[in-house]
């Protein structure tokens, strides 16, 4: 092996730039730092990001009604319920087969409130999941609502807004994103088009698309049919939640365009 040897300053301060890059500084001053890694306290219960995302749901229920997370557990083994912490609760569960229903609140020895919670199958925590979004958003648009019709009449941008959606986003995607971007687009009182097509038409749908209505395509499984017209309803509902006027054009077989009025 070469032996390097530094016989000079100038040697030597080319030596310790050389380390400084090569040999990552443990102090605070500098050198490389590895990201943190993202901390998931459900890891270990197994199913998917949105079974654990559901599950994070129950559990800050669980902690606004009583800050030691002491829950009233419903189960198989418990079908009377036993009063434990959560995380007794959660010790055994395996989150790719089943999953928590929140059932409410329920006063213990006149002391302290605790949650209700039961052990359900994975789709009827899916399920409960869906409706807490669903109600979670509307909440938000009546909210919206109400501070539209006390907010001083200001002049309007006459020039409509657009988003596009795809038929493939999920209801979660929905309330975390994309809503919040529609939301803030009409508390303005700015016109928007809300353009919901595959993803292979979503780059070039334009208004002019519509002008004669959309092609219905027929080649949907009942499936597929199913998804689209939940993904529908589910805008049009908070919309009339949110006391928005709009109008419907298209078809769930091909593309919708969902017109919003600047109010």
């Known amino acids: 092996m070469q032996r390097l ?3 000079s300053r100038t040697s030597l301060r080319c030596y310790s730039r050389y380390q400084k890059f090569t040999q990552p500084s443990s102090n605070r001053s500098g050198g490389f730092r590895p990201p943190k890694a993202r901390f998931d306290p459900f890891a270990n219960l197994g199913g998917s990001d949105r079974d654990r995302e559901a599950l994070g749901a129950i559990r800050d229920e669980v902690m606004r009604t009583n800050s030691r997370g002491n829950v009233f557990f419903i189960s198989d083994k418990h079908p009377s319920g036993e009063l434990m912490s959560f995380k007794d609760a959660i010790h055994d569960m395996d989150l790719a087969s089943s ?3 929140f059932c409410g609140t329920k ?3 006149g002391r302290f409130d605790c949650a209700i919670i039961k052990l359900v199958d994975r789709r009827k925590a899916m399920t409960e999941y869906s409706d807490y979004l669903h109600n979670k958003i509307s ?3 009546k909210i919206q609502a109400s501070m539209r ?3 001083p009449q200001q002049t309007q ?3 409509s807004k657009t988003v596009k959606l795809t038929w493939e986003i999920s209801v979660a995607d929905l309330v975390s994103h994309k809503w919040k971007q529609i939301d803030k687009i009409v508390s303005k009182g700015t016109p928007l088009n809300i353009f919901i097509t595959s993803k292979s038409q979503a780059r070039n749908v334009s208004a002019n698309d519509f002008a004669h209505g959309a092609a219905t395509a027929s080649s949907l499984s009942d499936l597929e049919s199913m998804k689209r017209a939940k993904v529908l ?3 049009k509902a908070n919309l009339d939640e949110a ?3 709009y109008s419907v054009n298209g078809g769930i077989g091909d593309k919708v365009l969902i017109k919003i009025n600047g109010s």
């Open 139 to 141: 909440k938000n648009s």
């Open 157 to 159: 941008d006459s020039k």
């Open 107 to 109: 006063p213990m020895d």
């Open 99 to 101: 999953g928590f229903q």
């Open 5 to 7: 040897f530094f016989g």
């Open 233 to 235: 309803d589910h805008i």
């Open 243 to 245: 006391g928005l006027k």
């Open 149 to 151: 019709q006390h907010r």
